[in-house]
């Protein structure tokens, strides 16, 4: 994990490997470490989300979501997701959704978060 400056904003950026965030108290554990480092957006690489958070019917990426956005925390999913979309109209539904919204995004890799972060 480590903390980066993007445009002024303090973002955690968690390390590609590591446990995988597979339960609502692994988003506990995040907004804690994001507290922790007075960090306002979270950043996620794919890699470390559980197969789970991208089948919406599981539930987990709605809790995953929430729980930060419940804490004023924006949420930022940052890899490849490309053959997961085109794999699930909800999926891409999702993806578009949040992207539109100011809380919750699906980028490619950290140029395109600092570029949201503007």
Do not use: C
């Not at 994990?1 to 590609?16: Q, S, T, W």
Request: hydrophobic share 50%; net charge negative; glycine share 8%.
């Amino acid at each position: 994990m480590r903390i980066d400056e993007k445009n002024g904003i303090r973002v955690l950026i968690l390390a590609g490997d590591g446990p995988a965030i597979s339960t609502p108290d692994d988003a506990v554990d995040l907004v804690g470490d994001a507290w922790a480092h007075a960090a306002t957006v979270v950043a996620v690489p794919v890699e470390r989300l559980d197969p789970a958070f991208f089948d919406l019917s599981s539930g987990l990426a709605g809790e995953v979501t929430q729980t930060l956005v419940n804490y004023r925390l924006r949420l930022a999913i940052v890899g490849d997701i490309a053959e997961r979309v085109d794999a699930s109209g909800e999926l891409r539904d999702f993806v578009w959704e949040t992207n539109r919204g100011a809380h919750v995004w699906f980028v490619p890799d950290e140029a395109s978060l600092a570029a949201k972060l503007r």
